[in-house]
């Protein structure tokens, strides 16, 4: 078993340590003792040196060992450790703001944490349960940071599991069990590293809230991390202030009824597009002479068949003696209208021409729409109409 500095002093970043054991090639080394955090309750491995060889990896092994993976082999005998500092602070940060929030969610709403993660952007607790209200969040935020200010100090005291152990969450651990408790809040059993005192957590910030698999997924970040973010939450904010030359606070009342006149605009919008094009199939109907028959037709390719082109082809039919026809070249496909004193079922033309071609359609006596495998096919149809 490797002796764990961190279990009693999270804050050595220095250590004389005695290689005990080493893989082949040298690049995975065992010690007698280690300050640095290996992978494990949610927590993420510690960074570092040992001899001034970068370590890649620290990992907790089944047998109670503690693996220190580097970047080039060593061999010695005595090594000097060295933690970086800046991440295993920030660990220590979002770990202890975990255990704020989680006795804070219990107190609060008597909510459960089923488990946490500590990742390199936020950190996340799923709670047991199915809601949590923005004023239930706003609640939480202020009444963690209340104690945050009120630097009450966290301990770690070690109790054997046969003792009643007032702690917040069951452990199945046996034997020794490490204890860490917030002053008059809470009590865990956790083998991670701390701060020794909530002030050191440095204000809490709660982001995100989403429902995973029946539980609250609160995602939150504590010190540094939280002021970065909360910096490029303003920055981003005051870039759309910027563009409605309005104050951060007036910013979005107004992206919601610039939103709804949007909407309203481009409703009114397909309305006359729709009135345009009823208008321009009018306009081609008068411009375009009868034939021998007495039927005026006229012949359009457009690039698709459209709501507007609809409108084109009812507002030309719906004038006496007419057929209107469209076609779009790739995919091969057409739209045939026809006025009622035509003569032509537009429906009944053009499934009985497009499935002689191997293609489909159908439609109305008045309007019909269809396509057809190819460009020679679609074109020897509408030869014959218009
Ligand atoms: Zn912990």
Same mark, same amino acid.
């Given at each position: 078993?490797?002796?764990?500095?961190?279990?009693?002093?999270?804050?050595?970043?220095?250590?004389?340590?005695?290689?005990?054991?080493?893989?082949?090639?040298?690049?995975?080394?065992?010690?007698?003792?280690?300050?640095?955090?290996?992978?494990?309750?949610?927590?993420?491995?510690?960074?570092?040196?040992?001899?001034?060889?970068?370590?890649?990896?620290?990992?907790?092994?089944?047998?109670?060992?503690? %693996?220190?993976? +580097?970047?080039?082999?060593?061999?010695?005998?005595? =090594?000097?450790?060295? !933690?970086?500092?800046?991440?295993?602070?920030?660990?220590?940060?979002?770990?202890?703001?975990?255990?704020?929030?989680?006795? =804070?969610?219990?107190?609060?709403?008597?909510?459960?944490?089923?488990?946490?993660? +500590?990742?390199?952007?936020?950190?996340?607790?799923?709670?047991?349960?199915?809601?949590?209200?923005?004023?239930?969040?706003?609640?939480?935020?202020?009444? %963690?940071?209340?104690?945050?200010? &009120?630097?009450?100090?966290?301990?770690?005291?070690?109790?054997?599991?046969?003792?009643?152990?007032?702690?917040?969450?069951?452990? &199945?651990?046996?034997?020794?069990?490490?204890?860490?408790? !917030?002053?008059? @809040?809470?009590?865990? %059993?956790?083998?991670?590293?701390?701060?020794?005192?909530?002030?050191? !957590?440095?204000?809490?910030?709660?982001?995100? /809230?989403?429902?995973?698999?029946?539980?609250?997924?609160?995602? $939150?970040?504590?010190?540094?991390?939280?002021?970065?973010?909360?910096?490029?939450?303003?920055?981003?904010?005051?870039?759309?202030?910027? %563009? $409605?030359?309005?104050? @951060?606070?007036?910013?979005?009342? +107004?992206?919601?009824?610039?939103?709804?006149?949007?909407?309203?605009? &481009?409703?009114?919008?397909?309305?006359?597009?729709?009135?345009?094009?009823?208008?321009?199939?009018?306009?081609?109907?008068?411009?375009?002479?009868?034939?021998?028959?007495?039927?005026?037709?006229?012949?359009?390719?457009?690039?698709?068949?459209?709501?507007? +082109?609809?409108?084109?082809?009812?507002?030309?039919?719906?004038? &006496?003696?007419?057929? $209107?026809?469209?076609?779009?070249?790739?995919?091969?496909?057409?739209? @045939?209208?026809?006025?009622?004193?035509?003569? /032509?079922?537009?429906?009944?033309?053009?499934?009985?021409?497009?499935?002689?071609?191997?293609?489909?359609?159908?439609?109305?006596?008045?309007?019909?729409?269809?396509? =057809?495998?190819?460009?020679?096919?679609?074109?020897?149809?509408?030869?014959?109409?218009?």
């Amino acid at each position: 078993m490797t002796e764990r500095i961190y279990y009693t002093d999270s804050y050595a970043t220095e250590f004389r340590a005695a290689v005990v054991d080493a893989t082949p090639d040298h690049l995975g080394i065992y010690l007698d003792r280690t300050a640095f955090y290996p992978t494990s309750g949610g927590q993420p491995y510690d960074l570092g040196t040992i001899n001034g060889i970068e370590i890649r990896e620290v990992m907790d092994e089944e047998d109670g060992r503690v %693996a220190h993976l +580097l970047s080039a082999p060593l061999d010695a005998s005595d =090594v000097e450790c060295r !933690i970086d500092w800046a991440r295993r602070f920030d660990h220590m940060q979002q770990h202890t703001g975990q255990h704020l929030l989680s006795a =804070v969610l219990l107190e609060l709403f008597g909510a459960q944490t089923v488990s946490f993660h +500590l990742g390199a952007e936020s950190s996340t607790i799923d709670i047991a349960r199915g809601v949590l209200d923005p004023g239930e969040v706003r609640r939480t935020l202020e009444r %963690a940071n209340q104690i945050v200010f &009120e630097n009450r100090t966290v301990t770690v005291t070690f109790r054997h599991s046969s003792e009643d152990l007032g702690i917040r969450k069951p452990t &199945e651990r046996e034997g020794v069990v490490r204890i860490v408790s !917030i002053e008059d @809040l809470d009590q865990s %059993a956790c083998g991670g590293t701390h701060v020794r005192a909530t002030g050191e !957590i440095g204000g809490v910030l709660i982001r995100r /809230i989403e429902k995973v698999r029946g539980n609250m997924r609160v995602e $939150f970040l504590c010190g540094m991390r939280a002021l970065k973010r909360a910096h490029a939450d303003y920055e981003a904010l005051a870039d759309i202030a910027r %563009a $409605f030359s309005a104050t @951060l606070d007036e910013t979005p009342g +107004l992206v919601r009824t610039t939103i709804e006149k949007l909407q309203d605009s &481009e409703k009114a919008r397909r309305k006359l597009a729709i009135e345009v094009a009823q208008a321009r199939g009018r306009q081609l109907y008068w411009e375009t002479p009868h034939a021998s028959d007495g039927l005026r037709r006229a012949r359009r390719t457009v690039p698709e068949i459209t709501d507007e +082109l609809r409108a084109e082809a009812q507002a030309f039919a719906g004038c &006496e003696r007419a057929v $209107f026809c469209a076609v779009v070249e790739e995919p091969p496909s057409l739209l @045939l209208a026809a006025s009622k004193d035509s003569g /032509i079922n537009a429906g009944q033309v053009l499934k009985e021409a497009v499935s002689k071609a191997g293609g489909r359609g159908g439609g109305s006596s008045t309007m019909a729409q269809g396509s =057809v495998p190819t460009l020679e096919s679609l074109n020897s149809i509408v030869t014959h109409w218009a």
